[in-house]
């Protein structure tokens, strides 16, 4: 989605851009539980659209959606948090892999691996189990917000209070580090045994990586 919008220009035409695609999915990486070869997904994208009210609108879309499909919602957990931003994600990384390589006889091969320097995979240590251990007590991205990250996440949760969102705060929920910035979120449906069952966030660096003008964005894949 966000290549066709880059390659039409289309966010300086409309100044905002609000799409939604429902398709048979197919992955390369090796299956495995929970993530099969070929699969349907529903997702919507919200390109031109920095203000918190976008990170709060796709999620109330969503939890829409499952209530529209006939979920008991009070059997669903959704999950939030702030990854940060460029400003202020570098440096918590830095105190991250320093934590690491701090307990780096607690660790096993993977996770020593991924504390390497240059790695930014090192942030998603904390949902691993292998380091559930030591990882208890390791920096937090939350304590390490930027004064624009935490204004921006606290809005957030102002308005899905506002609509009567029930949510859990989840400091280590990480998704994709190459582009998603501040706000993320998944759901889960606990006790079915398929893990997360949604989810998406805000990813303002994914247009210009992809060649475009910086835009920002928000979607739920």
Known sequence: MVRAVVENNLV?????????????????????????????????????????????????????????????????????????????????????????????????????????????????LQGTTTAARFMADAPLMGDNLCDECREHYEQVKRYLDAAGIEYVEDPTLVRGLDYYTRTVFEVEAPGAGVGSIGGGGRYDGLVELEGGKPTAGAALP
Request: glycine share 6%.
């Open 12 to 124: 300086p035409q409309l100044h905002a851009v609000k799409a939604y695609y429902a398709e048979a999915m197919f992955r390369g990486e090796r299956p495995q539980k929970g993530r099969l070869r070929q699969f349907h997904q529903v997702g919507i994208e919200w390109l031109g659209a920095p203000d918190p009210a976008a990170d709060a609108e796709c999620i109330i879309m969503l939890m829409e959606f499952y209530k529209r499909l006939g979920f008991d919602l009070s059997k669903l957990r959704l999950l939030i948090n702030s990854m940060g931003d460029a400003q202020c994600r570098p440096a918590y990384r830095e105190q991250v892999k320093q934590f690491i390589l701090d307990h780096a006889d607690e660790m096993c091969d993977e996770c020593r691996e991924r504390a390497e320097p240059q790695s930014a995979a090192c942030l998603r």
